[in-house]
């Protein structure tokens, strides 16, 4: 069961216009489920992406890279549920390329138009007469939903994750809408596997593309449930245009669309860890007063990364020391611990080095069984601070990993 | 059930002539088992210690750090535990000073010829009213034997780790008998949580300190468990020299004595990983071809760590893609996957970036079913490697960590 999060509404998902979905069961791993999603754009939409910095990076991440460089513009994603294409080699690469060319026919375009992603298990290669079968069905289905689309990008999910918000410009109002995947093998490093938001606010590809390096540092690289780094970690933003709305830097409307796009970033990257693997609790991790912000996402890591912490959180057990020794073994060079101090949901756990003299373990007891958690470390070294949000470490996380491609 | 890892038996367990051990139960945490050690060296006993890199390192180990630097020469070493003693702040670092001088009043010695040690839950002070019947208890014993003390340190540990080796020298035979424990919180910095090799062979402090800190980088620094670095770590090398043979640096004997030290060293380590909290399988992790020994540690231990490898592990699941990912992310500058094979027990899995062609997944599903599982990467890069031992992430491992403290 996810933690605090409320299935997506279909009637409060809106959609994107001049974006079409088309989602369809090609049954790329199991059948009966939705696993293959084509998404179609208008003409004259913007497409940025930011991708995984796994050296291993998947063969679709490399051709995205590519077509998103020299090729485009780009009119059309596809994206596959059930096998990553990932350590697959050259092979993997030509399969990938020859996905991208079978949509270019069916759609009119270029293949450099069109971006692939996929997602599943690593070091296996793509079916590819059930993808090319999918594609064709795909293109002549009748348009689909964001829940739809949502639920034909999930893997080990529990729930599809996907996001709407109705902005009101000075010129008029525009939608984001986004959806998301990712339970597992997640702590993104430049971006989340997999994540699409869209808007039909108009804005150029360059602006697109910083805007999605700024909220990704603060939504979706600000996430971990288990601390590994995928190989085909994606997150694509699309500006339509088709509200005809300009939020192009310098544009009066240019923060508030802003602020906006980093909230529906935020909450994607948030279901993904409230979703994640086997999780029961949510906890955030603050980690104050530090001497960088890189010092301080250090600490909060190391913390969100134990799974002593972890497995403390899943059972509700005020075993706090955990949490000392993790920041202590963060790698921060000449930690003062006697300015170190620790509290859980406001409540004083540790300072000066050692247990809060007004810590009781009744209240280290009554917080720990709350379904959501802030870790606030204040280390007293500087100014700079960075928040965290990580799971607990569940039975179930291992029985679904251990399960995962039975 | 560890994973190939005998009972020691109490007649191979060779007693260390200038040592002696004196076990009982008094009750730290449970009653009824053996919960804390003393033990007495002869004058002229050589001692020397590494420790914990862990910033909130525990109460004990500063108390040792001082008492090895400017007191001594050590005459007796106390063990506890149930209680860490970590993270407790000045009344922690006054609760060790007060146990060193009990233990002096009790041995007619300076408090500053005592070493403390703690394991134990942290965060909560030393019960100290037991501690004290405890070494009163211990001061009026008979001796106890190597095992009964390797019994008396155990934490979640489910079987006691110690081994003996008779060496034969030039000059006589010598003896190094040695006990460890953990089982969580293992991923040493420096030296493990807890470990003691003694030995009646005559060496200087110096020569000790540094076969210590050369052993040490081959087998306690080269486990993992968790990836949690301990507050407590504490690896103690003692040379009585009541066998009045002497293998100082320089005579004809110290290669062999270095030799048979670091073996014992070895086997100390991996006890402690083959007992592994919920621990099925025992992995080794190679890594050849690196830039340099950091590199190849970094790679092997992102590996060792990544919580989808060891489930995987755990499920005897060929999920080896999750390897390649593991090395991916491990941070390697430039990384050219393309150079990159992987092979499991001698079955090659992955070459130049992708599934080996020669690989068939019945071969993978077997090796994965075996219970001791060498994992060799080559990065083709250089021609530095590195070896780390660890364990795979079962469901006893989540349990044990959740139900620790009750």
């Given at each position: 069961m996810p933690v605090g999060l409320p299935l997506p509404k279909r009637d409060e998902l809106s959609p994107v216009a001049g974006l079409d979905l088309f989602s369809v069961s090609a049954g790329i791993r199991k059948s009966g489920r939705r696993d293959l999603l084509l998404m179609r754009l208008v003409e004259g939409s913007a497409v940025a992406g930011v991708f995984t910095q796994n050296a291993f990076c998947a063969a679709p991440v490399q051709v995205c890279r590519g077509h998103l460089a020299s090729g485009g513009p780009i009119r059309a994603l596809l994206i596959n549920t059930g096998c990553a294409n990932a350590g697959t080699g050259a092979a993997g690469l030509e399969d990938a390329r020859t996905s991208c060319a079978w949509v270019a026919e069916v759609c009119g375009l270029h293949p450099s138009q069109v971006l692939p992603f996929s997602t599943g298990v690593?070091?296996?290669?793509?079916?590819?007469?059930?993808?090319?079968?999918?594609?064709?069905?795909?293109?002549?289905?009748?348009?689909?939903?964001?829940?739809?689309?949502?639920?034909?990008?999930m893997t080990t999910d529990t729930q599809p994750k996907?996001?709407?918000?109705?902005?009101?410009?000075?010129?008029?109002?525009?939608?984001?809408?986004?959806?998301?995947?990712?339970?597992?093998?997640?702590?993104?490093?430049?971006?989340?596997?997999?994540?699409?938001?869209?808007?039909?606010?108009?804005?150029?590809?360059?602006?697109?593309?910083?805007?999605?390096?700024?909220?990704?540092?603060?939504?979706?690289?600000?996430?971990?449930?288990?601390?590994?780094?995928?190989?085909?970690?994606?997150?694509?933003?699309?500006?339509?245009?088709?509200?005809?709305?300009?939020v192009s830097r310098g544009?009066?409307?240019?923060?508030?669309?802003?602020?906006?796009?980093?909230?529906?970033?935020?909450?994607?990257?948030?279901?993904?860890?409230?979703?994640?693997?086997?999780?029961?609790?949510?906890?955030?991790?603050?980690?104050?007063?530090?001497?960088?912000?890189?010092?301080?996402?250090?600490?909060?890591?190391?913390?969100?990364?134990?799974?002593?912490?972890?497995?403390?959180?899943?059972?509700?057990?005020?075993?706090?020391g955990r949490i000392l020794a993790a920041i202590g073994y963060s790698g921060v060079e000449g930690l003062d611990v006697s300015k170190v101090s620790v509290e859980l949901n406001g409540v004083l756990v540790a300072e000066r080095g050692g247990r809060a003299t007004s810590y009781r373990e009744e209240d280290g007891q009554s917080v720990m069984k709350e379904e959501e958690i802030?870790?606030?470390?204040?280390?007293?070294?500087?100014?700079?601070?960075?928040?965290?949000?990580?799971?607990?470490?569940?039975?179930?996380?291992?029985?679904?990993?251990?399960?995962?491609r039975s």
């Open positions: 690593i070091l296996e290669r793509l079916p590819m007469e059930r993808l090319r079968a999918g594609i064709e069905l795909a293109s002549c289905s009748g348009p689909s939903d964001w829940l739809d689309a949502a639920h034909s990008i996907a996001i709407s918000r109705r902005v009101r410009l000075s010129t008029g109002q525009i939608t984001i809408t986004g959806i998301s995947k990712g339970a597992g093998m997640i702590r993104p490093n430049m971006a989340t596997m997999l994540g699409f938001v869209a808007t039909d606010a108009r804005l150029s590809r360059e602006d697109l593309h910083g805007l999605l390096l700024s909220s990704v540092d603060d939504s979706f690289n600000a996430i971990t449930v288990d601390g590994d780094t995928s190989t085909n970690d994606s997150l694509i933003g699309i500006a339509t245009g088709a509200s005809g709305l300009d544009t009066a409307d240019w923060e508030t669309f802003a602020v906006e796009w980093l909230a529906v970033c935020q909450d994607l990257a948030q279901a993904i860890v409230r979703d994640g693997e086997g999780a029961t609790k949510f906890m955030t991790i603050d980690v104050v007063g530090a001497t960088s912000r890189v010092e301080a996402r250090q600490v909060a890591y190391a913390v969100a990364h134990s799974p002593l912490v972890k497995t403390a959180f899943f059972a509700s057990d005020p075993n706090l802030t870790v606030r470390i204040a280390l007293g070294r500087g100014a700079s601070q960075a928040r965290v949000w990580t799971c607990d470490l569940s039975h179930d996380y291992v029985s679904i990993n251990a399960d995962y």
